[in-house]
């Protein structure tokens, strides 16, 4: 366990792993990780075969990856981020990944300051379009996941389905959408006054 964000502890892990000759494993920008993102694709098209339209929460893109080279145009995938780590934002502007802000409520999960080579090459051919939403955004979707569904999910995590009830994603009448909800970074949340916590 070292530092303070994603880019602390990346450049620590491969620190290490240059030491001690252990086995690198990317938390997004390898193959194998979004092979195994794309997994998820495959059994949200099987649960949700009517959906034209997939939200994904993205900050170095491996699940976003996964998911658009799953779909590849069978349905329009969206990667959604936080307004304060526009990393796949600031990479579509460019051309290519840079360097961008690293902050949010989403911190612990997207915000790697930017996205990776490899995502963002798959992500710039297969997926429709990239949308940010703010915190108070997410912050309310997280607390009505909770309040409605009994769903505990970190802030990240809820991003995606943040762009639905922020109107920043606006389905057409009769559309089906998908929605991504993903993360384990989440302890003792406390979701409000009266609801206690849950740990998830």
Excluded at 2 to 17: F, H, I, K, R, V
Excluded at 25 to 38: S, V, W
Excluded at 78 to 86: D, H, I, K, T, Y
Aim: one cysteine or more; glycine letters at 12%.
């Amino acid at each position: 366990m070292a530092g303070n964000t994603y880019s602390d502890a990346l450049a620590a892990s491969q620190e290490w792993t240059a030491d001690s000759g252990a086995l690198p494993i990317h938390a997004y920008d390898q193959a194998e990780t979004m092979l195994g993102a794309g997994t998820l694709g495959m059994e949200l098209a099987g649960q949700a075969p009517a959906a034209t339209r997939v939200l994904a929460s993205v900050g170095g893109g491996g699940l976003l990856a996964g998911i658009a080279a799953w779909f590849a145009g069978r349905a329009q995938v969206v990667g959604v981020e936080p307004e304060g780590a526009p990393t796949l934002t600031a990479a579509m502007r460019a051309g290519r990944p840079v360097d961008a802000e690293a902050g949010s409520v989403a911190v612990d999960s997207l915000a790697p300051r930017r996205v990776g080579e490899l995502t963002f090459a798959i992500i710039r051919q297969n997926a429709a379009q990239v949308l940010l939403v703010d915190d108070d955004a997410i912050l309310r979707t997280q607390q009505l996941l909770w309040e409605t569904l009994r769903v505990v999910a970190e802030p990240g995590g809820c991003a995606a389905l943040a762009a639905l009830v922020s109107g920043r994603c606006e389905p057409a009448p009769g559309e089906s959408v998908a929605v991504v909800i993903s993360g384990a970074n989440t302890t003792a949340v406390d979701l409000g006054p009266g609801t206690g916590s849950a740990n998830g």
